[in-house]
């Protein structure tokens, strides 16, 4: 928590004041401050545990303790980031022996910190949250995502996007993995689901749905971990319909 609220603090203050952007793609960009906000994470981190293993975004992979590691996004919606649009975020996972046991997202400019450990809820700030109790696809407000390489790929959402626009209330796209996920968890969302994504978009934010009550699989409902591309969150209710809509891709 601690981590995130130095990297948030740091995105807060440096909101429009973007001086350098690098594209990783085609339209896939990073910004100076997303390093910045990586190297105060890292520090922080490794001063507390210096032995152990650290994945973050933009530096790649530290080695250290097999045991444990770090999963970090110090900038979870750099596009948004980049353009002045506040929804973007900070995202810790910390992965013991290959389970993520404890994770946190933080929003710097709501004041939203997201948090969870494995066996003991889900909370936002000193609150415990849950997933909503909707029950119907119809009745759903779903969140989604856009692949980086869209441009490129057949596999590109927009008929998924097609179908539960025709099957649920409404969908939003609003740019934040993690805060997408951590929205299903409080139940401003009832489902959400995403391709082409990393270990650092979705590793604390599966902790936080699962602590609150809810189910994260992949898309054909198989077991997730971070390491898989596709996502698929809900509040449980509605799992199995969302389930029905992907099959069909």
């Given at each position: 928590?601690?981590?995130?609220?130095?990297?948030?603090?740091?995105?807060?203050?440096?909101?429009?004041?973007?001086?350098?952007?690098?594209?990783k793609g085609a339209i896939n960009i990073v910004t100076d401050i997303d390093k910045k906000s990586e190297?105060?994470?890292?520090?922080?981190?490794?001063?507390?545990?210096?032995?152990?293993?650290?994945?973050?975004?933009?530096?790649?992979?530290?080695?250290?303790?097999?045991?444990?590691?770090?999963?970090?996004?110090?900038?979870?919606?750099?596009?948004?980031?980049?353009?002045?649009?506040?929804?973007?975020?900070?995202?810790?996972?910390?992965?013991?022996?290959?389970?993520?046991v404890v994770g946190v997202v933080y929003d710097p400019i709501k004041g939203e910190m997201f948090s969870?450990?494995?066996?003991?809820?889900?909370?936002?700030?000193?609150?415990?949250?849950?997933?909503?109790?909707?029950?119907?696809?119809?009745?759903?407000?779903?969140?989604?995502?856009?692949?980086?390489?869209?441009?490129?790929?057949?596999?590109?959402?927009?008929?998924?996007?097609?179908?539960?626009?025709?099957?649920?209330?409404?969908?939003?796209?609003?740019?934040?993995?993690?805060?997408?996920?951590?929205?299903?968890?409080?139940?401003?969302?009832?489902?959400?689901?995403?391709?082409?994504?990393?270990?650092?978009?979705?590793?604390?934010?599966?902790?936080?749905?699962?602590?609150?009550?809810?189910?994260?699989?992949?898309?054909?409902?198989?077991?997730?971990?971070?390491?898989?591309?596709?996502?698929?969150?809900?509040?449980?209710?509605?799992?199995?319909?969302?389930?029905?809509?992907?099959?069909?891709?």
């Amino acid at each position: 928590m601690e981590a995130a609220l130095e990297g948030g603090a740091l995105l807060k203050r440096s909101l429009g004041k973007v001086r350098s952007i690098d594209y990783k793609g085609a339209i896939n960009i990073v910004t100076d401050i997303d390093k910045k906000s990586e190297i105060v994470i890292v520090k922080k981190i490794r001063r507390a545990f210096p032995g152990h293993a650290i994945l973050a975004e933009e530096g790649g992979s530290l080695t250290g303790s097999c045991e444990y590691k770090w999963i970090i996004d110090p900038l979870d919606g750099t596009t948004n980031f980049a353009h002045s649009f506040p929804f973007f975020g900070v995202s810790i996972a910390l992965e013991r022996d290959g389970e993520i046991v404890v994770g946190v997202v933080y929003d710097p400019i709501k004041g939203e910190m997201f948090s969870a450990e494995t066996g003991k809820g889900s909370y936002l700030n000193s609150k415990k949250i849950k997933v909503s109790g909707i029950k119907k696809l119809s009745q759903s407000l779903l969140a989604t995502g856009f692949s980086y390489g869209v441009q490129d790929t057949e596999d590109d959402n927009v008929e998924n996007f097609r179908r539960f626009l025709k099957r649920a209330m409404a969908i939003r796209r609003a740019g934040s993995a993690a805060l997408d996920l951590c929205y299903v968890a409080c139940g401003r969302f009832d489902g959400y689901w995403e391709m082409d994504l990393h270990p650092w978009d979705t590793a604390a934010g599966m902790l936080v749905v699962n602590e609150a009550g809810g189910i994260v699989t992949k898309c054909d409902g198989s077991q997730y971990t971070p390491y898989n591309k596709n996502i698929l969150a809900s509040n449980n209710y509605i799992h199995n319909k969302m389930i029905e809509v992907l099959s069909y891709s």
